[in-house]
């Protein structure tokens, strides 16, 4: 079923070709035909986007609140990020820095 409320094969023949490129024309912005005509967008249209951008913006005003607060001569502690549970608590890459003469052996080629 599409949005018409009927399968892709037969809204052609019912509403016409050029109806039927109207009708794709104006897909709302969820949808997946949407998003594949407009790729460059795409990745701002997730909701998973919106949420961290939101998220950010929280802890952004947050941020800035504790420092105000700060420098008047408040008293407290730093805000705690907003929870994102898409994010992986204790995820890091690598291991600890390597000394740079390791690096310009790896790098360079060398002995």
Not at 26 to 48: D, G, I, M, V, W
């Amino acid at each position: 079923m599409t949005l018409l409320g009927m399968p892709f094969e037969k809204a052609a023949y019912s509403f016409g070709w050029g109806n039927l490129r109207d009708f794709a024309r104006n897909l709302p912005q969820t949808s997946a035909t949407y998003r594949a005509l407009h790729e460059k967008e795409s990745e701002f249209l997730s909701p998973l986007k919106h949420a961290a951008m939101i998220a950010d913006v929280y802890d952004a005003i947050s941020a800035l609140s504790f420092m105000f607060a700060k420098a008047h001569g408040g008293k407290g502690q730093r805000p705690d990020p907003y929870p994102r549970p898409w994010a992986k608590k204790g995820e890091s890459f690598g291991s600890d820095p390597i000394p740079i003469e390791d690096f310009n052996k790896w790098y360079y080629g060398g002995e």
